[in-house]
């Protein structure tokens, strides 16, 4: 038996909580969603598993590796469509040889998935509470009764090939059809690990931490009961521990806070002095000022979600909250490398630089001018983030895309240099964009971006073919924000230069 877990994407219903990464990726007690899911497949020998994702998979792949750590083969696929995330069956040969089951990882159901019939399809779906009066599988989809959930179990076989082009919805309406015509099985299940909104999150822990969750568990010493601590964690005699509570690793709990119950303090958190947390998470990372009272809410950095009013702030007061997570530090060797050497070539090429100048403000009439831009990584908030002016020829210099050549150089590249010097941008890294021109980013893409360096020499001018493919500017970026090292900025450097010397190629 095989196991296909699909990753599900950015979702409204989260306020933004997985704008940087999948939901499935959020914190359940100790550990990612994901990793409970994998776990439980694990115990019931399941060790061949299909990861499809579209959303950072880079971050999904930096979690579970190759699957070595369980024992299990992992295989990663990319869904290129949110909407018809099912293609990817076409290259898994092994759901025609044997039983496999599709999981959205959203929402999984606590069950043995050995005891599922192999000769039929079978779907767990859930009961709202109080509104089942029996297992009626017909009944499954109705308004207020029972409905399926993501999870199927099918035998071997083609059935594959009939869900490659569905959306979610027409899978979820076939499967059904297919209940109503007794082709298929459908099993109630109480227990799910239930993600998909901020409020299911936060009930979800609230079971897990109660040991209400079959199969489940949560690792870190026991120090009272239903209270969990990591290690490295630093709690003031005055603190108020109140279980079914969760601290996670290298935390700081000041004096006179009260902590509990059904409460989650992720890893690497300081709650300062005489806050009360309840009934909450809070993710990794993550600074609670001092006197904050807070109940039913999931924070993450400077996001607030209140789950009982299903409403988002950012809170831009970084001594009420803030991230704790710090920027690389910064390379002062290799800035300063970066600075000497664009001073030399500021100096070498000076002609060139005043004769372009006075060409492009007498002949085309662009003159030398300077684009505020967004410093580089820069967290959520771009409106807040720090700005660097960048000089250039014309007021459009950055805004078109130009391909590696003369034009790019003189405009862009030349006048750049100084922004080089002063240590402002480096000479090679993503394109620099203006905070407009980010926020007007598709989500994966402005993740990605905010993450990576800028530089006056880009992925996407040396190897797209055509710059202005919005398609091709993402998997340019995407790529670079994956290989930066000094060899690759190296490597890009030189085929720039190849370009300008030979610039057919």
Same mark, same amino acid.
Request: aromatic share 8%; net charge neutral.
């Given at each position: !038996?095989?196991?296909?877990?699909?990753?599900?994407?950015?979702?409204?219903?989260?306020?933004?909580?997985? %704008?940087?990464?999948?939901?499935? $990726?959020?914190?359940?007690?100790? &550990?990612?969603?994901?990793?409970?899911?994998?776990?439980?497949?694990?115990?019931?020998?399941?060790?061949?598993?299909? @990861?499809?994702?579209?959303?950072?998979?880079? /971050?999904?792949?930096?979690?579970?590796?190759?699957?070595? &750590?369980?024992?299990?083969?992992?295989?990663?696929?990319?869904?290129?469509?949110?909407? /018809?995330?099912?293609?990817?069956?076409?290259?898994?040969?092994?759901?025609?040889?044997?039983?496999?089951?599709?999981?959205?990882?959203?929402?999984?159901?606590?069950?043995?998935? /050995?005891?599922?019939? $192999?000769?039929?399809?079978?779907?767990?779906?859930?009961?709202?509470?109080?509104?089942?009066?029996?297992?009626?599988?017909?009944?499954?989809?109705?308004?207020?009764?029972?409905?399926?959930?993501?999870? =199927?179990?099918?035998?071997?076989?083609?059935?594959?090939?009939?869900?490659?082009?569905?959306?979610?919805?027409? @899978?979820?309406?076939?499967?059904?059809? !297919?209940?109503?015509?007794?082709?298929?099985?459908?099993?109630?299940?109480?227990?799910?690990?239930?993600?998909?909104?901020?409020?299911?999150?936060? *009930?979800?822990?609230?079971?897990? @931490?109660?040991?209400?969750?079959?199969?489940? !568990?949560?690792?870190?010493?026991?120090?009272?009961?239903?209270?969990?601590?990591?290690?490295?964690? =630093?709690?003031?005699?005055?603190?108020?521990?109140?279980?079914?509570?969760?601290?996670?690793?290298?935390? &700081?709990?000041?004096?006179?806070?009260?902590?509990?119950?059904?409460?989650?303090?992720?890893?690497?958190?300081?709650?300062?002095?005489?806050?009360?947390?309840?009934?909450?998470? #809070?993710?990794?990372?993550?600074?609670?000022?001092?006197?904050?009272?807070?109940?039913? %809410? #999931?924070?993450?950095?400077?996001?607030?979600?209140? =789950?009982?009013?299903?409403?988002?702030?950012?809170?831009?007061?970084?001594?009420?909250?803030?991230?704790?997570?710090?920027?690389?530090?910064?390379?002062?060797?290799?800035?300063?490398?970066?600075?000497?050497?664009?001073?030399?070539?500021?100096?070498?090429?000076?002609?060139?630089?005043?004769?372009?100048?006075?060409?492009?403000? !007498?002949?085309?009439?662009?003159?030398?001018?300077?684009?505020?831009?967004?410093?580089?990584?820069? *967290?959520?908030?771009?409106?807040?983030?720090?700005?660097?002016?960048?000089?250039?020829?014309?007021?459009? %210099?950055?805004?078109?895309?130009?391909? %590696?050549?003369?034009?790019?150089?003189?405009?862009?590249?030349?006048?750049?240099?100084?922004?080089?010097?002063?240590?402002?941008?480096?000479?090679?890294?993503?394109?620099?964009?203006?905070? *407009?021109?980010?926020?007007?980013?598709?989500?994966?893409?402005?993740?990605?971006?905010?993450?990576? /360096?800028?530089?006056?020499?880009?992925?996407?001018?040396?190897?797209?073919?055509?710059? *202005?493919?919005?398609?091709?500017?993402?998997?340019?970026?995407?790529?670079?924000?994956?290989?930066?090292?000094?060899?690759?900025?190296?490597?890009?450097?030189?085929?720039?230069?190849?370009?300008?010397? =030979?610039?057919?190629?």
């Amino acid at each position: !038996m095989i196991a296909v877990v699909l990753l599900p994407g950015p979702s409204v219903k989260m306020h933004g909580l997985d %704008a940087q990464q999948s939901l499935s $990726l959020l914190p359940l007690g100790d &550990r990612p969603i994901l990793q409970h899911i994998i776990e439980s497949l694990v115990a019931q020998g399941i060790t061949s598993i299909e @990861l499809i994702t579209g959303h950072a998979p880079e /971050r999904v792949e930096a979690l579970l590796g190759n699957g070595d &750590r369980w024992g299990c083969t992992f295989r990663y696929h990319l869904a290129a469509q949110y909407d /018809r995330p099912y293609r990817s069956l076409k290259v898994i040969a092994e759901t025609k040889t044997e039983p496999w089951i599709l999981i959205h990882a959203e929402r999984y159901p606590c069950v043995n998935f /050995r005891s599922a019939s $192999l000769s039929k399809t079978v779907l767990y779906y859930v009961t709202p509470r109080g509104s089942f009066n029996g297992p009626d599988p017909g009944t499954i989809g109705s308004n207020n009764n029972s409905d399926w959930w993501g999870t =199927v179990v099918f035998p071997p076989g083609n059935l594959s090939e009939i869900l490659w082009n569905k959306t979610p919805d027409e @899978l979820r309406d076939h499967l059904l059809q !297919m209940v109503s015509n007794a082709e298929a099985t459908a099993i109630e299940t109480p227990d799910w690990i239930d993600g998909s909104t901020p409020e299911a999150l936060l *009930e979800t822990q609230a079971r897990l @931490l109660s040991r209400r969750l079959n199969g489940l !568990m949560i690792s870190g010493i026991e120090r009272q009961p239903g209270v969990w601590i990591s290690r490295n964690v =630093v709690v003031h005699p005055t603190v108020e521990l109140s279980g079914p509570l969760y601290i996670g690793p290298n935390c &700081r709990i000041n004096r006179g806070v009260k902590l509990g119950p059904d409460a989650v303090i992720s890893a690497d958190c300081i709650v300062d002095t005489n806050t009360t947390i309840e009934h909450s998470l #809070v993710i990794a990372g993550s600074y609670i000022g001092e006197g904050l009272e807070l109940s039913k %809410a #999931v924070v993450n950095h400077n996001l607030l979600i209140n =789950v009982r009013l299903g409403t988002r702030i950012d809170i831009f007061e970084s001594f009420l909250l803030g991230g704790l997570n710090q920027s690389p530090r910064q390379n002062w060797f290799g800035r300063s490398i970066q600075s000497i050497l664009a001073l030399l070539l500021i100096v070498l090429l000076l002609p060139i630089s005043l004769f372009s100048i006075i060409y492009y403000a !007498m002949v085309r009439h662009f003159f030398y001018t300077s684009i505020q831009m967004v410093k580089l990584p820069v *967290e959520d908030n771009v409106r807040l983030s720090s700005n660097y002016p960048l000089p250039c020829v014309g007021d459009d %210099a950055w805004r078109v895309h130009r391909p %590696a050549g003369w034009g790019a150089f003189l405009r862009q590249f030349l006048p750049g240099l100084f922004a080089v010097f002063l240590g402002r941008i480096s000479f090679v890294g993503l394109p620099p964009k203006s905070a *407009e021109e980010i926020q007007q980013l598709p989500l994966e893409w402005r993740a990605i971006y905010q993450k990576g /360096r800028a530089g006056l020499i880009t992925e996407a001018c040396v190897a797209a073919t055509d710059t *202005e493919d919005e398609t091709q500017r993402y998997l340019a970026d995407a790529y670079y924000a994956a290989k930066q090292n000094w060899l690759h900025d190296l490597k890009l450097a030189s085929q720039y230069i190849v370009r300008l010397i =030979v610039p057919a190629l």
